[in-house]
């Protein structure tokens, strides 16, 4: 299919052109607010970065976390379980202030904001779920699949959900996520990468030994 090329306006004698440009403003902001929260949970030997970066993640700037922290897991320096402990614990920090603005402020401050982006109805039907099947076991599943957490986390609060089932789904569904995460790289990534390491050492010997004769 071609392009679609500029409106050309040809009503009167002097036509015009019309060429609609994209607003890319929002992307490029999104791109940005991304880039800086990779660098920040880049900053492995920083827990203060790592929990901000995870509190972010969960709340108002989705990103990958797992594809952001697992190059640090497998540092020679860096401990796969401790990243994964501060990660979960800025992301329970971020779960549970959605819950409260839910909870507390959802009239006033969270439906006019859901609105605008047409979010609402996800919201609603999280809280519909919650009343139907319970909320440990939607607010587990959401929060351990790819989905975005924040509309479980503001649905809970909306449905006045028990905060101590709430936090203990979030815990142990993200617990899970980070620390299995992190034992595969700390015990699978990580020899990988040495060995690797080695491989290319060695190769890398080879061939000097090979240019030297």
Known sequence: MPAAGPTINRC????TLETEVPDTTETDNEDTARDWVTS???RASDRRSLTLGSFLESTII???????????????????????FWILLGCTLGALLFYGLGAA??????????????QFNGAEEIKNQIGEEG????????????APLQLATLGAGIAQANILTFLLAIILSRGIRYFG?????????????????????HRKSGQQEANAS
């Open 135 to 146: 909320v440990f076991w939607t607010v587990f599943l959401i929060s351990f699949s790819p």
């Open 40 to 42: 920040l949970l880049n």
């Open 181 to 201: 995460f992190a034992a595969i790289k700390q015990f699978v990534g990580r020899p990988a990468l040495l060995w690797i390491r080695r491989r290319q050492r």
């Open 12 to 15: 009167g004698p002097d036509a």
């Open 62 to 84: 989705p990103v990958p976390l797992e594809l952001i922290v697992g190059p640090l897991m497998i540092r020679r320096d860096a401990n796969a379980f401790v990243i994964a």
């Open 105 to 118: 402020l959802f009239d006033p401050v969270v439906k006019p904001i859901l609105e605008s982006p047409g």
